[in-house]
């Protein structure tokens, strides 16, 4: 799936970042092992937490004087980050079991 995300923000006055949030539930070796796949690509990526933090300020200081958007799956914590890093109040709620 990310990769179809790469592929539709590749452009030519556009910059890629990957954030993998959640980063406080651990990170599988498989996950791993595409985060620095990614980085030799030539990707910022970065770790975070909204819940500890973790990469926060690094995020907020690449997305600084920039327009951005923001695509994830279900779940994957796009409104927390957003509120984290914005300090706004955008409604979350726990993810269901189903998704």
């Not at 179809?4 to 996950?31: C, H, Q, S």
């Not at 926060?56 to 779940?75: C, F, I, Q, R, W």
């Amino acid at each position: 799936m990310i990769e179809r995300y790469i592929t539709a923000a590749r452009g030519p006055d556009l910059d890629v970042m990957i954030v993998f949030n959640k980063a406080d539930l651990g990170i599988e070796k498989e996950a791993a092992d595409d985060i620095q796949n990614y980085r030799e690509l030539g990707y910022q990526v970065f770790l975070t937490s909204t819940l500890t933090g973790q990469g926060l300020e690094e995020v907020k200081e690449s997305l600084k004087y920039k327009s951005s958007v923001l695509a994830g799956s279900s779940g994957v914590g796009k409104s927390s980050l957003v509120n984290a890093i914005c300090r706004s109040n955008v409604k979350t709620a726990e993810v269901s079991d189903s998704t």
